[in-house]
């Protein structure tokens, strides 16, 4: 196994989960199977009772692991399936060891950080590396590793130190160290000034690491002599010196590192060609494509985000990437409007009346509305009314967990007039309950108990927009991160009143998509369908969103059905006098191929018969 660690020095936010995501991206364009891991020093033992202003979103994986938003990064990036281990926090490495102390593993000893809680953190970085992430057999060939935070942090000491212990463990050609450094400009001097990252690069080396290459952050590109004074400097060889200046997209970035022989440098450092595993030059035309295709796009379609973590952007990352994924592929130039959902809300036309009229306008100015997930009553109101104005306009409206919801309590309030319509989160004593919390939940324990991680939810008509968006398959697993739901015993009087809930869990009693058959676009998912978002394979659900936006659904929905009703003609095999069987497959489209053979291969086990091909 060899391992690359990516470290971050001078400042955090300078795109070290970007930075990890892209070198893993060249890697497996060179054709290596690549992992992650991401590491963050913080004492909580999950992201998942952490507000979004603190560290951005949380990002659900298939198991339900509530972990840091970059796992999402990699997850994109990489097309993989990452586990909650692959997100080691302090809080989960101590709560190991106290474990083990509890249970006498350590026969007595003074447990203490060096080498406990060291040894800990290597043994889990070890035992993690090792699972395949991309749907294959075997271990990866490389594991590219985050430490979150910068260099001098204090809670990241442990690490530090245990990664450099760890270089020793795994030994020479088989770990390799990436810095992400700044090189600001001052505006006074208009200068690129490289004694940040020479002071960030001494005190790595004063914790027992060094990096074996660079990576500058900056503004414009490197200045020639800037390169060499860092080299002269940081000891770093000028081919290990790698610029990441801005760029009009993060698609860019692998490019970059392309374009800069970043993954020789980096094959170099773990002399990958000394074990048999020659890679091969990163074919990365799929990248190309897609950061030009972004970079060209003029056509504007404006989409209104209406939440309530609106001032950081982080906080809705993944919602933000699928609506990018989505306007890419629609040939649409994505113009997000961030609409505070509390600045819509009555109140605020007496409080703050400048916000509420610009909120208003914003929102009457979009193509589409989107109200993404979230907890709490603040704003909530706001949400609502969002909800009526898509509604009774004919505005395309994705509604996304608390979106779903809150799409239901006003279809209660303005078609049932069910004035009182609330879920039992923000009115415990609403006469009319249509969200209820969830029966198996947890009041009192507030970590890892909602409904989480991937989960079943089935089509109950095939006729139904969101079906068809979805290829018109019988089922799907999308994510979750909830504790209330639907209130199944209102759900007979609602599609009465002529709301449809189109998708089911196995049991019938969830309901997990609702929609509007009348109107041009209206779906709400109580799931996460931005969690599964890939730059070459957007989520349908924001597909339809940007499509319905552009004025393009019905030719989405035509291509989607188009695509499953070209059903291949099985193929034929018969036996040749010697019981091998003599398998004759014609070209499939869609990858129907590879079914058509898993199908026969089943049905000669299933029949007795064995087959050769």
Not at 385 to 396: C, Q, S
Not at 493 to 508: H, I, N, Q, R, T
Not at 537 to 548: D, E, N, T, V, Y
Request: net charge neutral.
């Amino acid at each position: 196994m060899k391992y690359v660690v990516v470290t971050g020095g001078v400042v955090s936010g300078l795109g070290k989960g970007v930075t990890a995501s892209s070198i893993g991206a060249v890697l497996k364009a060179c054709g290596l199977r690549v992992t992650t891991i991401k590491i963050d020093p913080y004492l909580n033992t999950d992201a998942g009772t952490m507000s979004p202003f603190e560290h951005g979103e949380v990002y659900v994986l298939d198991d339900g692991g509530e972990v840091d938003l970059d796992l999402g990064n990699y997850e994109r990036f990489l097309d993989i399936k990452l586990t909650r281990d692959h997100n080691i926090t302090t809080g989960k490495v101590y709560q190991a060891v106290i474990d083990k102390e509890r249970r006498g593993d350590y026969l007595g000893k003074t447990v203490q950080v060096v080498p406990h809680i060291t040894d800990e953190i290597q043994d889990w970085i070890e035992r993690v590396a090792i699972k395949p992430v991309d749907g294959k057999e075997g271990p990866p060939d490389v594991c590219v590793i985050e430490l979150g935070g910068t260099i001098g942090d204090i809670e990241s000491m442990p690490f530090i130190e245990a990664l450099g212990q760890f270089s020793y463990r795994v030994g020479p050609g088989n770990f390799c160290l990436v810095h992400v450094s700044l090189v600001p400009v001052l505006n006074v001097v208009g200068e690129q000034k490289t004694k940040p990252t020479q002071h960030s690069v001494r005190g790595l080396r004063g914790l027992g690491l060094a990096p074996d290459i660079l990576a500058c952050r900056s503004t414009e590109p490197l200045e020639e002599h800037v390169t060499t004074k860092l080299s002269q400097f940081c000891n770093v060889p000028i081919s290990s010196i790698v610029n990441l200046h801005d760029v009009t997209n993060i698609w860019h970035i692998p490019l970059l590192l392309r374009d800069q022989k970043a993954h020789e440098a980096i094959l170099k450092v773990l002399d990958l060609q000394l074990v048999g595993k020659v890679p091969r030059e990163p074919k990365l035309a799929e990248w190309t494509e897609r950061a030009s295709k972004f970079d060209k796009l003029k056509t504007p379609v404006k989409i209104a985000m209406v939440g309530k973590y609106t001032g950081l952007s982080d906080s809705y990352l993944s919602v933000l990437k699928a609506l990018l994924h989505a306007s890419v592929a629609m040939e649409r130039k994505l113009v997000l409007e961030w609409v505070p959902s509390c600045d819509l809300e009555n109140s605020a036309a007496k409080e703050t009346p400048e916000a509420h009229q610009k909120a208003w306008k914003l929102l009457k100015g979009a193509d589409g509305v989107l109200v993404p997930g979230g907890f709490g009553d603040r704003g909530v109101e706001g949400k609502i009314l969002a909800a009526t104005y898509a509604r009774e306009k004919n505005v395309p409206y994705l509604g996304i967990c608390l979106g779903m919801q809150v799409a239901v309590i006003e279809f209660a309030r303005s078609v049932m007039k069910l004035g009182g319509a609330n879920s039992t989160e923000f009115d415990p004593a609403t006469a009319s309950p249509c969200v209820i919390f969830m029966p198996e939940g947890s009041k009192t324990q507030m970590g890892a108990t909602m409904r989480l991680g991937s989960r079943r939810t089935h089509f109950l008509a095939n006729n139904c927009k969101s079906a068809k968006l979805y290829g018109n398959a019988t089922s799907i697993d999308e994510r979750h991160r909830h504790r209330y739901e639907v209130n199944p015993e209102m759900v007979p009087l609602l599609e009465k009143a002529g709301l449809s809930f189109v998708g089911k869990d196995e049991s019938g009693r969830r309901m997990e998509i609702i929609e509007l058959p009348n109107h041009v676009f209206f779906i709400g998912a109580q799931f996460h369908p931005e969690f599964k978002s890939r730059p070459g394979k957007p989520s349908p659900l924001f597909l339809g969103l940007i499509a319905a936006a552009s004025g393009q659904l019905d030719l989405l929905l035509k291509r989607s059905c188009s695509v499953i009703s070209s059903k291949p003609t099985p193929p034929r095999y018969s036996t040749n006098g010697t019981g091998t069987a003599v398998l004759t497959i014609k070209p499939y489209p869609n990858g129907h191929a590879k079914k058509a053979l898993t199908s026969l291969v089943n049905g000669c086990y299933a029949n007795g018969n064995g087959i050769h091909i």
